[in-house]
C-alpha cells in the first residue's frame, strides 16, 4: 500500500484533463459518474470518449455492428445504450447487454440455444 | 544480449581485465572490452534540470524508459560529445528522482515482481507536491511504466472517498459549478457526498 501524505497548496488542483481521464479509466464505470461530481474538469475528463472506450467490451464495434439501431453521439452514451436496451445477437438467437456498475458483458439465451437431454 | 547480462559480463570482465588480442590475452579497461564486443552500453548522456544543474546517466536506462529521450537519441539531434538534454520543466529533486527509477528497473529488471513493488511503494513514499512533479516530469519524458504506476498510486487515492473527501486531496477550492448545478447534483446524488 502506498502512502501519500496529503498536503495544502498542492499542484494537483492543476492536474491536466487527459491526466485526471487516465486515473478515471482505470475505475470502473460507476465510479467515473461519481468523479464527474468532483469538479467541471473532472466531469470534462470523466465524460470523455478515451475513458468510455476503455470501459465497453474490446469486441462492442462486432456487437454493435449486429443491430441497426444504433447512433450515439459519445462513446458513454453508448455504454448506457448498451445498458439499458438490450440488442439481439447471434441471428437473434441471444440478446446481450452490459451491466451498468462493472461493464460486464450478460447475455441472455433464447430457448433455441439450449437443448435439454 | 538483455542490458542485464551485458552488465553481468561487464563486472566478470572488470574483475580480469583482459582481452584476446591476437591470441594473446592483454590487459584492458573493461569499458574498452565492451566497446570491442558489444558495443557501447556504458555511454554516458546529460540530462539538465530547470535549476541547471547537470546529471550524467546511463545512456541505455534513459533510452529504455523515456520514449522523448529514446527518439532524441535515435534520430542523432543528441551530440555526445557536447549535447546537454535542457529539460526545463523538471527541477533538479525530480530528476534526480526520477534517474532513480530508471536506474533501478534496469538493473533490476529480473527481480522478482513483489521485491519490484515494494520498492516502487518506497519510491512513491512522497508527499502530493513531489508525487505530482514526478507524474509531470514522466508524463514529459513519456515514461510509460511510471506513469501507470503513478496513476495506480492516484487512482487509490481516491477509491472509495466521497466527493467532499476528493476536492480535499486534490485541494480543489473551485469547483467549477454554478450553485444551481452543485445543488442538483447533491440533491440527485446525496450518497456520493
Not at chain 2, 66 to 89: A, F, Q, R, T, W
Request: hydrophobic letters at 35%.
Amino acid at each position: 500500500m502506498v502512502m501519500v501524505m496529503v498536503g495544502e497548496g498542492v499542484g494537483f488542483q492543476d492536474l491536466p484533463e487527459g491526466c485526471i481521464a487516465n486515473v478515471v479509466s482505470l475505475t470502473i464505470p460507476r465510479d467515473a459518474c461519481s468523479l464527474a461530481l468532483v469538479s467541471s474538469t473532472f466531469r470534462s475528463a470523466a465524460e470523455s470518449d478515451s475513458v468510455w472506450d476503455r470501459f465497453l467490451p474490446s469486441d462492442y464495434n462486432d456487437i454493435v455492428s449486429q443491430s441497426t439501431s444504433f447512433s450515439c453521439r459519445s462513446k458513454k452514451q453508448l455504454y448506457l445504450s448498451l445498458c439499458e436496451n438490450p440488442i439481439l445477437v447471434d441471428d437473434g438467437k441471444k440478446s446481450f447487454q452490459l451491466d451498468k456498475a462493472y461493464g460486464k458483458k450478460c447475455y441472455m439465451l433464447s430457448p433455441r440455444m439450449l437443448s435439454i437431454v | 544480449m538483455t542490458q542485464l547480462d551485458r552488465l553481468s559480463v561487464y563486472h566478470w570482465l572488470n574483475a580480469w581485465c583482459i582481452k584476446p588480442v591476437g591470441g594473446a590475452l592483454v590487459r584492458q579497461e573493461p569499458e574498452y572490452i565492451l566497446l570491442a564486443l558489444m558495443g557501447s552500453p556504458l555511454k554516458k548522456i546529460m540530462l539538465c534540470s530547470s535549476e541547471k544543474e547537470i546529471f550524467s546517466v546511463e545512456e541505455q536506462v534513459m533510452v529504455q524508459h523515456s520514449v522523448i529521450i529514446n527518439n532524441m537519441i535515435e534520430d542523432g539531434s543528441y551530440n555526445h560529445e557536447e549535447s546537454k538534454i535542457p529539460l526545463d520543466c523538471v527541477d533538479s529533486k525530480t530528476l534526480k528522482k526520477v534517474i532513480d527509477y530508471c536506474t533501478h528497473h534496469t538493473h533490476h529488471h529480473n527481480d522478482n515482481q513483489e521485491d519490484l513493488e515494494a520498492w516502487d511503494a518506497q519510491f512513491l513514499n512522497v508527499d502530493s507536491n513531489g508525487l505530482y512533479d514526478l507524474l509531470m516530469a514522466a508524463n514529459y519524458l513519456e515514461i510509460r511504466n511510471l506513469l501507470d504506476l503513478i496513476y495506480g498510486t492516484i487512482k487509490n487515492m481516491i477509491k472509495g472517498k466521497k466527493i467532499d473527501e476528493i476536492r480535499r486531496i486534490f485541494n480543489i477550492k473551485d469547483h467549477g459549478f454554478t450553485p444551481e448545478e452543485e445543488e442538483q447534483n447533491r440533491k440527485e446524488y446525496p450518497h456520493f457526498y
